[in-house]
C-alpha cells in the first residue's frame, strides 16, 4: 500500500504564477483534505474534498482551489502567488468525511519567491 | 487567535528526561488527537482520545484528555533521540467538523 502520494515534492515559482499541486489518496480512502504548514507551525486547513465536493473550507481566500477526481485523487490549485504562500502543502485522506484517521502524504515544497 | 493553544513551542532535553507537552483551549473538542511529525514527512497520528477523563498509554507515551474535553497532555518518560521531533496537537468540534491544529511544539532530545 503506497500511502498518500503528492507531486510534485518541491517545486519553485515567482510572485504572480499559478501552481497545481497533486494527491493520490490512500487506497479504501475516498475524501482529501489539504492543510498549508509553514516552517515550525501546524498545519492551517485549506478544504476538505468528498464526492468530488467542496465540503468544508478554512479561512484562505479563492486563490486557493481544488478539485476531486472521480478516482478520488485530488488537485490544489493556487492562482496569483504571493511570497506568503511559500510552505508545505499536506495532502490528507481518510475513508470517509467524518472519519478521524487521517493519513497524510509527505508535502510538496512550495517556495515563492 | 488559536483554537488550540501548545506549550511549550520549543523544549530542548537530555536522553532520559520526561517531559510534558500541553494542549489547551476555551472549546469543548468531540475528538482529539496527538500527531508527530519529522523533517520532510507528513504528521504521523499517535493517538486519537475521545472520552473525558480518558488516558492512553503507547509504549512510554502517556496521552490524556481532561475531563471537559477542552484540554489534552502529552507525558514522555525517559525521552530518547528517536523521540525527536515537532508533535501536534488537533482537535475536531464536532463528529463531521474539520480538524483543527495546535502551532505545535519541536522537541530536540540530546544524547
Known amino acids: 500500500d503506497a500511502g498518500v502520494t503528492q507531486s510534485p515534492t518541491h517545486l519553485i515559482k515567482t510572485r504572480g504564477q499559478q501552481v497545481t499541486l497533486r494527491c493520490s489518496p490512500k487506497?479504501?480512502?475516498?475524501?482529501v483534505s489539504w492543510y498549508q504548514q509553514a516552517l515550525g507551525q501546524g498545519p492551517q486547513f485549506i478544504f476538505q474534498?468528498?464526492?468530488?465536493?467542496?465540503?468544508q473550507r478554512g479561512n484562505f481566500p479563492d486563490r486557493f482551489s481544488g478539485h476531486q477526481f472521480p478516482n478520488y485523487s485530488s488537485e490544489l490549485n493556487v492562482n496569483a502567488l504571493l511570497l506568503g504562500d511559500s510552505a508545505l502543502y499536506l495532502c490528507?485522506?481518510?475513508?470517509?468525511?467524518?472519519?478521524?484517521?487521517?493519513?497524510f502524504g509527505a508535502g510538496s515544497r512550495l517556495t515563492v519567491l | 487567535t488559536q483554537l488550540l493553544e501548545q506549550s511549550p513551542q520549543f523544549l530542548s532535553i537530555q536522553e532520559g528526561e520526561n517531559l510534558t507537552v500541553y494542549c489547551n483551549s476555551s472549546?469543548?473538542?468531540?475528538?482529539l488527537q496527538w500527531y508527530r511529525q519529522e523533517p520532510g514527512e507528513g504528521p504521523v497520528l499517535l493517538v486519537t482520545?475521545?472520552?473525558?477523563?480518558e488516558v492512553k498509554k503507547l509504549k512510554r507515551l502517556t496521552f490524556q484528555f481532561g475531563d471537559a474535553r477542552k484540554d489534552s497532555s502529552l507525558h514522555i518518560t525517559a525521552a530518547q533521540p528517536g523521540d525527536t521531533g515537532l508533535y501536534l496537537c488537533?482537535?475536531?468540534?464536532?463528529?463531521?467538523?474539520?480538524?483543527?491544529f495546535g502551532q505545535g511544539t519541536i522537541l530536540t532530545v540530546h544524547p
Open positions: 482520545v475521545v472520552t473525558g477523563g
Open positions: 472549546s469543548v473538542f468531540s475528538s
Open positions: 488537533a482537535g475536531k468540534l464536532a463528529s463531521y467538523g474539520k480538524l483543527t
Open positions: 474534498y468528498y464526492e468530488e465536493e467542496e465540503r
Open positions: 490528507a485522506s481518510s475513508p470517509g468525511s467524518g472519519a478521524n484517521v487521517l493519513t
Open positions: 487506497s479504501g480512502h475516498d475524501t
